[in-house]
């Protein structure tokens, strides 16, 4: 078990830029979530995956957002023309469905839009 | 209003201390409860986690829930400078989980 894996780290782009993230959950876990935390803040939901169905799409979620998970293992969250509002740490987390279902986070990717 | 609030803070204590953190919500469907722990730069870490009123307890951390008064809490006996961390409540309705804006606590030595 090597735990939730995000790339990048930081990343820092201008405004109007696309950003692509990827997220690698822990193996053998069937949910795939995004999330995302402002300073001060805790983390707000985006979406979620069970395999590669994406299930739930937060309604505050802007269109220039989209995910993927395209064989229910690695998933990826674009940004298209980034604003600066978007400037925040995007975590990604995954479990494996059951009564039982805990999360499992990893460190998140931190984005800075000039 | 937040779906779930929790005691914003910051909350700092002497080493030894015993600390409470507290969230109220006002969705009366969630089903699971849960605490997590947040250091600076990193993922949150799962703390505690339950899915009944009641208490539960898991060395020094204690998890209550009163599903009655929509509240929960977490205690933190012998509190050490380790413990120094944001910590976040969370609930979860199926899949989804929403978290409170957390609580940073400072335990001098």
């Known amino acids: 078990d090597t735990g939730v894996s995000q790339d990048p780290r930081h990343k820092i782009t201008k405004r109007g830029q696309n950003v692509t993230f990827r997220c690698d959950p822990i193996s053998e876990h069937n949910r795939l979530y995004w999330y995302r935390q402002t300073l001060g803040q805790g983390p707000e939901f985006l979406t979620y995956?069970?395999?590669?169905?994406?299930?739930?799409k937060s309604r505050l979620l802007s269109d220039r957002f989209s995910a993927e998970r395209p064989k229910g293992s690695f998933s990826t969250l674009e940004i298209q023309r980034t604003e600066q509002g978007d400037s925040a740490m995007y975590l990604c987390a995954s479990s494996l469905v059951g009564t039982n279902e805990k999360l499992f986070f990893g460190s998140g990717t931190q984005l800075s839009v000039l | 209003q937040k779906e779930v609030e929790q005691d914003p803070g910051p909350l700092s204590v002497p080493e030894g201390a015993i600390v409470s953190l507290n969230c109220t919500y006002s969705n009366s469907a969630f089903q699971y409860f849960m605490w997590y722990r947040q250091y600076s730069r990193k993922g949150p870490e799962l703390l505690m986690y339950t899915y009944s009123s009641g208490n539960k307890e898991d060395g020094r951390f204690t998890a209550q829930v009163d599903k009655s008064s929509k509240y929960i809490s977490l205690f933190i006996r012998d509190s050490q400078p380790s413990d120094s961390a944001t910590y976040l409540c969370?609930?979860?309705?199926?899949?989804?989980?929403?978290f409170g804006d957390g609580t940073t606590l400072t335990v001098k030595p």
């Open positions: 969370a609930m979860r309705i199926a899949g989804k989980s929403t």
């Open positions: 995956f069970q395999n590669e169905a994406q299930l739930e």
